[in-house]
């Protein structure tokens, strides 16, 4: 991010949003794998997710660059999705060194499994944002998302 001439006061307060966001990410993402199936991992649902927001067909090193990881973590993961059945590694059309990722109508399935398993976990913080809210906060965290990604790319 480039440097802002914004006042320590607000430095300060951006500190805390990202701190708040880092630890609600580490306990939704412990107990989101806790409702993983045996061996599966956030990555790799993060990866099939991806697939289908940003539509599949992306090369590994496309993923690799989109979750800012080497292309051989990437490969990893990609190789336990393809074990699973729930990718499918295809010939690049565009470039024959390459292959891209395409999600198999069993990643499909298994993610919408993945999302209704945390339901429960979901319901139990209806108290803390009504819908307006929640609404509001998820533009908010967009907003700073895509500004995020422009400042890196």
């Not at 966001?21 to 990866?47: C, H, K, T, W, Y």
Request: no cysteine.
């Amino acid at each position: 991010m480039p440097e802002t001439n914004a006042a320590p006061e607000l430095n300060g307060l951006y500190f805390q949003l990202f701190n708040e966001i880092g630890i609600i990410n580490q306990l939704s993402r412990a107990a989101f794998e806790a409702r993983l199936p045996d061996g599966m991992v956030l990555p790799q649902f993060a990866v099939i997710n991806h697939l289908i927001r940003v539509q599949d067909g992306r090369t590994p090193l496309q993923l690799a660059r989109a979750f800012q990881v080497p292309k051989t973590s990437m490969t990893h993961t990609l190789a336990g999705l393809e074990k699973r059945g729930f990718v499918e590694m295809r010939a690049n059309p565009d470039d024959a060194r390459s292959k891209q990722v395409w999600l198999t109508e069993a990643g499909r399935t298994f993610r919408q499994t993945a999302i209704a398993s945390l339901a429960p976990d979901v319901a139990a913080f209806s108290d803390v944002l009504d819908r307006d809210e929640l609404v509001e906060v998820i533009a908010t965290l967009a907003r700073l998302r895509k500004r995020m990604d422009a400042a890196r790319d």
